[in-house]
DNA sequence: TATTTATGATAAGAGATGATTATGAAACGG
DNA sequence: CCGTTTCATAATCATCTCTTATCATAAATA
């Protein structure tokens, strides 16, 4: 019985919790037959069954149930324990990250760097969507911790501010020789939901200026080199578009709006994993300089 | 870090209590050179250094004592947690078992019995040594768990009572038929610490009948053989006595005295172990027949 | 009902893990 | 200086654990 090791419990609370091996499997990855091993070690080891089949499921036993229920916070409060005497250097497993694209370019090469370099045991899984997705897939446990710009509240969810970044008005050379806003531009953006969709019709109104169209794009790269390529005008974060107002393909072509763009993580509210609380601890010293 | 198993903390845990690897080795019956690889597992699954070499001993580092008193709880209760949903099924380790030779007679094959059918991965070590002795050895660590004659009281132990057998004095044959205690006879028994001593003394006061002389053996079979073959009296446990004087070799020579023979389990009071603590706990199930 | 899909079990082989024995190096004690 | 104690290291072996491939059964679907 000695030989139960945290992975062990790691497995059958992730059965618990998902349903089927083959689903703790994936969550862990590993295989289904390694999931099937592990189930048999522990009770092999303790010398009875914690599942039962259920037509192609399986369920747990009433001990299994029992097992998991008294099992778990202890087990976390050991992970928990030995991750913090170690600082998290000794910390394992896989986290998926989840991120705007806006907040990628802006956060995650530093986190993943930090993550890298202080737990070198941890792997990462990264997606980018957009935002509204990137909750959705947050609350559904598909991601574990996600970047992403604008406020968001939900009571499910755990934020944290990790800074702002200032927005420019932008177009390309072309159009801003043209006389910029002197005339009605066509304006990109971000799709509707996207914070970034909402900073440009707050700046359009603020400013008043009129757009000729609004128009967006899934992608901020391609949003870029359609706007340098005089297809109009966009509201980005200045960091994102610095180098080529430095090379003169795009140009500022009104004053900078007050409104910054935020960003924040965010974790599901009713998170356990220490790994998972840890790095949200931690992003909130990256401290994004605002530009 | 998900790979370090209970046996992981157990073995950090008695390397810090007993302050040596080779005697914590010993204590787990394994290597020393096992216990090396193991701190060594740890070590490298935290990323961090546990114990320092001090002179030819290891100490450990202020992190290994804060691993070691963190975890401990933890450990225990998750080991207390395990072991308490496969009923101890699952136990398993080694138990070491003290007792007085009187007391083995009477308890230790019924409870030997009952461990190896309850928890068949508990390995067992009895050593049988005098009364004394034995609470020396618990106390020290040596024992874990003992059986003994006599009330014992010390707040460092805690006991528990499992049954009394009726005493007998009994003679050989010959030392009957020549009266027994009509003239003085020599009187053996186990040495003066024993209960066995107090028992013949309290005997002899309150039968009011004389010794000519009392002799002790630390070896209770020896010591029927003496008394069978002429050498005098003693009082016995009945039941130990019950087949010599069936066959005729032994006779009783007076009243079974009032008072007899008390066991007892023993454990320290500050016992931790799960499987210690439960042994314990059963062993108020033995019930020995008085005779 | 027949077919497809989902879920686990099982088997074989490769690699990692952990234990043992034998031996070496360093520190301590006389 | 020599013997003892303590831990490290190396070689070897057994066991454990993972992966891949395949099979059996149950549920869903046509």
Same mark, same amino acid.
């Given at each position: ?131 509204? #997705?990137?909750?959705?897939? $947050?609350?559904?446990?598909? *991601?574990? &911790?996600? /970047?992403? +710009?604008?406020?968001? !509240? ?94 003169? #393909?795009?140009?500022?072509? $009104?004053?900078?709006?007050? *409104?910054? &763009?935020? /960003?924040? +993580?965010?974790?599901? !509210? ?22």
């Amino acid at each position: 019985m000695k030989r139960i090791a945290l992975y062990h419990l790691e497995t059958l609370t992730w059965i618990a919790r998902l349903g089927t091996f083959q689903a703790a499997a994936e969550r862990l990855h590993t295989t289904q037959p390694a999931i099937s091993a592990r189930v048999r070690e522990v009770e092999d080891q303790l010398g009875i069954a914690l599942f039962r089949r259920e037509g192609r499921r399986m369920v747990l036993t009433a001990r299994g149930r029992l097992l998991i229920d008294s099992c778990e916070p202890l087990w976390t409060g050991l992970e928990q324990a030995l991750l913090d005497i170690s600082d998290f250097a000794g910390a394992s497993g896989m986290i998926r990250i989840g991120s705007g694209e806006i907040a990628a370019a802006s956060c995650l090469p530093a986190f993943i760097q930090a993550v890298e370099r202080d737990m070198p045991g941890v792997s990462m899984e990264v997606e980018l969507d957009l935002t509204a #997705r990137m909750l959705q897939l $947050l609350l559904t446990g598909a *991601r574990d &911790l996600v /970047f992403l +710009a604008g406020p968001v !509240a939900s009571p499910n969810i755990r934020t944290q501010p990790i800074g702002a970044l200032h927005l420019a008005w932008v177009a390309g050379r072309a159009v801003a020789q043209a006389g910029g806003f002197a005339r009605p531009l066509p304006v990109w953006s971000l799709p509707d939901p996207s914070p970034i969709h909402g900073a440009m019709r707050d700046a359009l109104a603020q400013q008043g200026v009129a757009a000729r169209s609004i128009n967006s794009c899934n992608n901020v790269r391609t949003l870029v080199e359609i706007v340098a390529n005089g297809g109009g005008a966009a509201v980005l974060p200045e960091t994102m578009v610095r180098g080529e107002i430095a090379s003169g #393909r795009l140009v500022e072509i $009104l004053p900078r709006p007050d *409104r910054m &763009l935020h /960003f924040e +993580a965010a974790i599901r !509210a009713r998170e356990q994993e220490p790994l998972v609380l840890e790095l949200f601890r931690r992003t909130a010293g990256l401290q994004i300089d605002p530009g």
